[in-house]
C-alpha cells in the first residue's frame, strides 16, 4: 500500500524557514522515472507545484519560487525533505507531497498525501 | 510563460453530460491529465495521459486532449461527481515543470 505522509510546523513566522518532510512507503523507489513532488494550495485557491525529485536525484523547482526552495531525500528514499526560504503571509497553505510517475513527457501525481496545513503569522 | 485555464464553474444536472475545459497552446501536444477534489481532501487522480483512468475510477470519466483544449468529460453525473477538478501537465519547456490549471468547481443541480 502506496503511502505519504507530510509532517513539519504548523505555524512559522514570517522571514523564517518551512521544512517540511514527507514520509513514504509502499513503493519501488529504484525506478528512475518515480518520485515526490510537493504542490501547494492556499485556502481556496488552486493547486500549486512547488519542486520534485526523482529517484536518481534528478530534482526541478518551480520557476517563481526557486531561489526560496530546496529539495532533498535521504539514501534510503523514505524521506523527503522541502524546505523554503523566508516565508511570507501569502505562502500561507496546505501543503502536499505526491508520488509523480510517469514517461516520456507525461508526468503525473498518482498517490497524494494528505496534506499540512502551514500558517505564517507573526 | 505557459498556462492553463479552465472555466471557474460548470453546473449540470443528475444524469447528464458534464464537460470540463482546459486551454493552454498547443496542450495536444502534451500530455494532459485530471484530477478530482472534495471539500477538505487531497487530490485524486482520475485522467492520466489523456484519456486513461486509474485504476477504480469509475467508467462514467473520460478525457480527450487535442488542438488547444483538453477535455473531462463525464457522464450520467451523480451527486457524488460534485468537486474541483484540476487539469495538470508537463511542461518540457520550462525545465521540465508541472502546470495546474486553475480549477473548475463542478456543481451538480
Known amino acids: 500500500q502506496v503511502t505519504l505522509k507530510e509532517s513539519g510546523p504548523v505555524l512559522v513566522k514570517p522571514t523564517e524557514t518551512l521544512t517540511l518532510t514527507c514520509t513514504v512507503s509502499g513503493f519501488s523507489y529504484s525506478n528512475a522515472r518515480v518520485g515526490v513532488s510537493w504542490i501547494r494550495q492556499p485556502p481556496g485557491k488552486a493547486l500549486e507545484w512547488l519542486a520534485h525529485?526523482?529517484?536518481?536525484?534528478?530534482?526541478s523547482y518551480s520557476t517563481s519560487l526557486k531561489s526560496r526552495l530546496t529539495i532533498s531525500q535521504d539514501t534510503s528514499r523514505s524521506h523527503v525533505v522541502l524546505t523554503m526560504t523566508n516565508m511570507d503571509p501569502v505562502d500561507t497553505a496546505t501543503y502536499y507531497c505526491?508520488?509523480?510517475?510517469?514517461?516520456?513527457?507525461?508526468?503525473?501525481?498518482?498517490?497524494w498525501g494528505q496534506g499540512t496545513l502551514v500558517t505564517v503569522s507573526s | 510563460s505557459y498556462e492553463l485555464t479552465q472555466p471557474p464553474s460548470v453546473s449540470v444536472s443528475p444524469g447528464q453530460t458534464a464537460s470540463i475545459t482546459c486551454s493552454g497552446d498547443?496542450?495536444?501536444?502534451?500530455?494532459a491529465c485530471w484530477y478530482q477534489q472534495k471539500p477538505g481532501q487531497s487530490p485524486v487522480l482520475v485522467i492520466f495521459q489523456d484519456n486513461k483512468r486509474p485504476s477504480g475510477i469509475p467508467e462514467r470519466f473520460s478525457g480527450s486532449n487535442s488542438g488547444n483544449t483538453a477535455t473531462l468529460t463525464i457522464s450520467g453525473t451523480q451527486a457524488m461527481d460534485e468537486a474541483d477538478y484540476y487539469c495538470?501537465?508537463?511542461?518540457?519547456?520550462?525545465?521540465?515543470?508541472?502546470?495546474f490549471g486553475g480549477g473548475t468547481k463542478l456543481t451538480v443541480l
Open positions: 525529485i526523482f529517484s536518481n536525484d534528478e530534482k
Open positions: 498547443k496542450l495536444g501536444d502534451k500530455f
Open positions: 495538470q501537465a508537463w511542461d518540457s519547456s520550462t525545465a521540465k515543470g508541472v502546470l
Open positions: 505526491a508520488r509523480i510517475t510517469g514517461s516520456g513527457w507525461s508526468f503525473y501525481f498518482d498517490y
